[in-house]
């Protein structure tokens, strides 16, 4: 008589208390386990805009997936009429992939959005000459500090590669 036992699922990484859990299965679709229903990309915006913490899981495998959701929303974002990056700004960045530099790129716009986001939420609270003039020097010091770091990889014999260097 054939075994009709199934073999167990993957196991699942942990997540983080008062995570909320999305699988994605491979129909495509997004299963909030919160809620016991199907959802949609445009949720998931919702829950991003609403601040909510989710991860979202292969429902076979246990693989997390959150940043690949999160950058198809940002496609269908920028597709959408008014994008927030500019062509050449995409290629800058595409160029940082593979390159030694890469993770370095990607701390600095990590670090450079949260203090914008800072910056916003002040100029929330009524305090625009406030922001004004930390914004200058917000601007000013993410300038140097992307110079400083070029100069020191063209004196190290590194040159990004379709970068131009630091005029002096």
């Known amino acids: 008589m054939p075994s009709s036992r199934r073999a167990a699922p993957a ?26 229903s ?5 949720d998931v915006k919702r829950m991003v805009l609403g601040g909510e913490d989710f991860e979202v899981r292969d429902a076979k495998t246990g693989d997390d997936l959150t940043r690949s959701i ?5 496609l269908e974002e920028e597709s959408g ?17 593979g390159h030694s530099m ?3 790129m990607g701390a ?3 670090k450079n959005l949260q203090t914008f986001v800072e910056l916003q939420s002040q ?8 922001l004004q003039n930390m914004m200058g020097t917000y601007l000013d010091q993410s300038r140097a500090m992307f110079e400083k ?16 260097p630091p005029k002096r």
């Open 81 to 97: 009429g008014v994008p927030m990056f500019s062509t050449p700004m995409l290629a800058q960045i595409i160029r940082f992939y």
């Open 149 to 164: 770091l070029q100069e020191q990889m063209t004196t190290a014999g590194v040159i990004f590669p379709g970068f131009p």
């Open 123 to 130: 100029f929330v609270g009524g305090q625009a000459p406030v």
């Open 11 to 36: 196991a699942e990484p942990a997540a983080a208390p008062g995570t909320r859990i999305l699988k994605k299965y491979p129909n495509r679709r997004l299963y909030d386990t919160q809620t016991s």
């Open 38 to 42: 199907y959802i949609t990309l445009a």
């Open 108 to 110: 600095m716009l990590e």
């Open 102 to 104: 890469q993770g370095m």
């Open 70 to 74: 999160l950058l198809q929303i940002i």
